[in-house]
T-cell receptor, first 109, second 114 residues
Framework: DAKTTQPNSMESNEEEPVHLPCNHSTISGTDYIHWYRQLPSQGPEYVIHGLTSNVNNRMASLAIAEDRKSSTLILHRATLRDAAVYYC??????????FGKGTKLTVNP | EAQVTQNPRYLITVTGKKLTVTCSQN?????MSWYRQDPGLGLRQIYY???????DKGDVPEGYKVSRKEKRNFPLILESPSPNQTSLYFC?????????????FGNGTRLTVT
């Protein structure tokens, strides 16, 4: 069973911010929170990851709740190229990875 | 260019004919893994390897074999393919095994077993 819970789908308008939620209530102290996205007909692509503190990179921001039981991937200005399935996973490095079904993001022009 | 290379990209075969899907990475990564992706089921892990000669089962290992004789290669072997193994397969690798290393994925292999 997936260790994370994400909405099946979300919709956004172009150039607006998008907040993609992920619940991981059973997270352990050694679990990193990773986000990947998969564009149509491509392999998954790394987006961002973090352990406890919020993280920013050129693609997105990751906001991690203080208790670490949830996180939010933030796309600051959605573009049509951001339409993809977004996966939130936990990775402690010592066991198999469970991806789940992810959130399908639709971006409207 | 740093990458994970899978071959072939497309493969059509018949039931029972042994096949191997190759995966190679040029980043000196320790961790490698195989996933299959089916409509409505998301990505499911088949096997993973923490280092050379160290492999372990994922969620759906039945019908598959792997080997890790050298760091860069992690082939997926189907000894006797069946139609229920028709799927899209992805290989992935990451630098370390501590959970803080991003996964790098190949472009996928679409397998059809008739």
């Amino acid at each position: 069973d997936a260790k994370t819970t994400q909405p099946n789908s979300m919709e956004s308008n172009e150039e607006e911010p998008v907040h993609l939620p992920c619940n991981h209530s059973t997270i352990s102290g050694t679990d990193y929170i990773h986000w990947y996205r998969q564009l149509p007909s491509q392999g998954p692509e790394y987006v961002i990851h973090g352990l406890t503190s919020n993280v920013n990179n050129r693609m997105a921001s990751l906001a991690i709740a203080e208790d670490r039981k949830s996180s939010t991937l933030i796309l600051h200005r959605a573009t049509l190229r951001d339409a993809a399935v977004y996966y939130c996973i936990l990775n402690s490095g010592s066991e198999k990875l469970v991806f789940g079904k992810g959130t399908k993001l639709t971006v409207n022009p | 260019e740093a990458q994970v290379t899978q071959n072939p990209r497309y493969l059509i075969t018949v039931t029972g004919k042994k096949l191997t899907v190759t995966c190679s990475q040029n980043m000196n990564h320790e961790y490698m893994s195989w996933y299959r992706q089916d409509p409505g089921l998301g990505l499911r892990q088949i096997y993973y390897s923490m280092n050379v000669e160290v492999t372990d089962k994922g969620d759906v290992p039945e019908g598959y074999k792997v080997s890790r004789k050298e760091k860069r290669n992690f082939p997926l072997i189907l000894e006797s393919p069946s139609p229920n193994q028709t799927s899209l397969y992805f290989c992935a690798s990451s630098l370390g095994t501590g959970g803080g290393s991003p996964l790098h994925f190949g472009n996928g292999t679409r397998l059809t077993v008739t």
